[in-house]
């Protein structure tokens, strides 16, 4: 009994996101009213509310399991070992490029505009660069090339979902990296 609850709470979920994001295509979060989502997914608003407080709760829950996924693609990464991050970033790029409507709404800032700084500033990939910058001696120089690294690495995501033409996740995984090592390299 508790599996087919489970099974009917996770598609009562996907179809208000599914919903969610189709309206956001087309007005900002705060005109989405919560009538016409629930219309939209097919769901009453009282199943909505069992839920979620707001479409901003519901925002919340979707970046969270974005951010999630993202972190359970980095979790095993061996920042020792150049093949290890490689690996795992690709497999962020993989998730990101297949989850393309998503990551692009959260991405681009059109929504919530601290995603960025969550995703960022996940575990994972702070402990790869401070990894990466252990010979760096100056905490200063650290943190500002750490800051330098992430915002440019994010432009370069940013650039890349909406690029039409985009390369594959593995190319941009290797300019990434490329031009990361360079930032962190050179500051040692």
């Given amino acids: 009994m508790e599996k087919k609850e489970n099974q009917r709470i996770m598609l009562t979920k996907q179809l208000l996101q599914t919903a969610f994001l189709k309206l956001l295509k087309i007005k ?4 989405i009213s919560i009538r016409e989502l629930c219309v939209e997914a097919g769901i009453n608003r009282t199943t909505f509310y069992y839920h979620y407080g707001s479409q ?3 925002l919340e ?3 969270q399991r974005f951010l999630d996924s993202i972190a ?3 979790k095993d990464a061996d920042g020792s070992s150049q093949d290890g991050i490689q690996q795992r970033v690709t497999l962020v790029l993989h998730y990101i490029e297949d989850n393309l409507e998503l990551s692009t709404l959260l991405l681009n800032n059109s929504i919530d505009p601290t995603f960025a700084e969550r995703l960022f500033s996940l575990q994972q990939i702070t402990d790869l660069l401070h990894l990466a910058l ?3 001696t100056d905490e200063h120089e650290r943190r500002a090339t750490v800051a330098f690294a992430i915002h440019g690495s994010y432009k370069l995501l940013c650039d890349w979902i909406n690029d039409p033409e985009r390369i594959s996740p593995e190319l941009q995984t290797e300019r990434i990296l490329r031009l990361a090592r360079r930032v962190c390299v050179d500051s040692v």
């Fill in 28 to 31: 900002p979060i705060h005109a």
């Fill in 56 to 58: 901003y709760d519901l």
């Fill in 61 to 63: 829950d979707i970046s």
């Fill in 72 to 74: 359970r693609c980095l």
């Fill in 134 to 136: 252990a010979d760096c």
